[in-house]
């Protein structure tokens, strides 16, 4: 305790604002798991399980978009914090009656958990640029890598508290549960959280939360594609695919979607050793190279899928391949848009760049389930290749003077 309290303040707050991260990304992912398995046992189509998502998707767009411009005048800690309350109420809403639980009240409910979570994630990735010193672009690297890392390791851990919950409390239990343990984060976060963290020095005007810098619009447009091409097929329709052609239970589907992401985690928390930072290759050049090889992996399996080759096999080691692929990728983009945010008011061009990212998440969540309804996994695996390349080529129009981490 004596070296916790000797650590410097800008590691306690980093300290804090990971905790606080981590504790939302626990809940995130075992809601998004609880709901995709309960409704589907309930009887719901893919398409009406991808749509409660859609309310989430949607405000998550909106809520990178304002949420940056309202980081910069009122300070991410009060961002962080309102993102960790309104998850409590989102939990609340759904520990109701199984009756209560229509299509358009889940979907209200999703809305406020989309907005806290996006609320929560701006202000912590932001938050980030604020606490490294101006050049040291290795540890902003580092840093920003095992942040993203081990909240993606976590929500693997979420989804597989999902399934669990699901089985040992039911859904309504589960929702109560997980509501009373964010709400002591919450409070423990208003008491030790810095209140001046991340308030642009100026108050931006509303207008600029939009990004004028053509770097981060070329980055932004990247990262739309990018997440597109991974939920076109892993949001709806993996989950509903293992359920039903393969016929494993809920806590096997949890279980193993939870493993794929913690994996996903830990390659992205050591994403700076992996891409080899020291070689004479820029970061902007270095997503065009791992965009390419992420683009090959669905492809296969979709070809598996399409002759009948193995399909079992293509699909667990090809979703193995997928994870660490598209870790790389995520850790460079995340890295690429905090070097080259503006350091006074972080959080707009971060939280226009997460707009992005949101939209491709809203874009791939709704054809996962309409897709895949109607065509099946193969065809969610062809438009995720058809996403990916568009990647890449947007990415060859990336700067190359962006510093590289050493």
């Known amino acids: 305790m004596q070296r916790l309290a000797n650590l410097p303040s800008e590691i306690k707050q980093y300290l804090v604002v990971t905790g606080n991260y981590w504790a939302f990304t626990l809940t995130d992912g075992a809601l998004r798991m609880l709901v995709v398995l309960y409704f589907h046992q309930l009887g719901y189509t893919p398409l009406s399980i991808a749509m409660l998502f859609l309310f989430y998707e949607v405000f998550g767009v909106v809520t990178n978009l304002v949420g940056g411009w309202i980081g910069a005048r009122l300070g991410l800690n009060k961002t962080m914090n309102i993102g960790l309350a309104l998850q409590v109420v989102a939990l609340l809403m759904l520990a109701v009656p199984s009756g209560w639980l229509t299509v358009v009240y889940v979907m209200v409910a999703q809305a406020l958990s989309g907005i806290a979570k996006d609320l929560n994630k701006m202000s912590a990735k932001s938050s980030i640029k604020t606490l490294v010193a101006e050049g ?7 840093w920003v890598a095992i942040l993203t890392g081990s909240k993606n390791a976590l929500k ?23 509501a009373s343990i964010l709400a002591l984060v919450w409070v423990f976060s208003m008491i030790v959280l810095k209140k001046d963290l991340g308030k642009a020095k100026t108050k931006p005007k509303f207008t600029d939360i939009f990004s004028k810098s053509q770097s981060i619009n070329i980055l932004s447009a990247a990262r739309l594609f990018l997440f597109g091409a991974r939920d076109v097929w892993f949001v709806v329709a993996l989950p509903v695919f293992l359920s039903q052609i393969f016929d494993w239970d809920h806590w096997q589907v949890g279980g193993f979607l939870a493993l794929w992401v913690i994996g996903y985690g830990i390659v992205q928390s050591f994403a700076p050793k ?12 270095q997503t065009v190279k791992w965009a390419s090889l992420l683009a090959i992996t669905p492809l296969v399996i979709a070809l598996s899928l399409h002759f009948n080759w193995y399909v079992e096999v ?18 460079l983009h995340s890295y690429l848009i905090v070097s080259m945010a503006d350091a006074d008011g972080v959080s707009l061009d971060v939280g226009f760049y997460y707009m992005a990212n949101a939209l491709g998440r809203l874009i791939g969540t709704i054809l996962s389930g309409y897709i895949y309804q109607q065509y099946g996994l193969e065809y969610c695996l062809i438009i995720s290749f058809v996403f990916i390349t568009l990647t890449t080529l947007i990415s060859m129009k990336l700067p190359n003077d962006v510093a590289k981490p050493v």
Do not use: H, R, Y
């Open 314 to 331: 293509f699909v667990i080691v090809g979703l193995m391949v997928f994870g660490v692929l598209f870790a790389i990728n995520s850790s």
């Open 136 to 142: 040291q672009e290795d540890t902003l690297f580092k």
């Open 274 to 285: 992996l891409i080899k930072t020291n070689m004479p290759i820029s970061p902007s050049q």
């Open 156 to 178: 693997g851990i979420g989804f597989f508290l999902g399934g669990v919950l699901l089985t040992l409390l039911g859904f309504k239990g589960a929702m109560i549960f997980m």
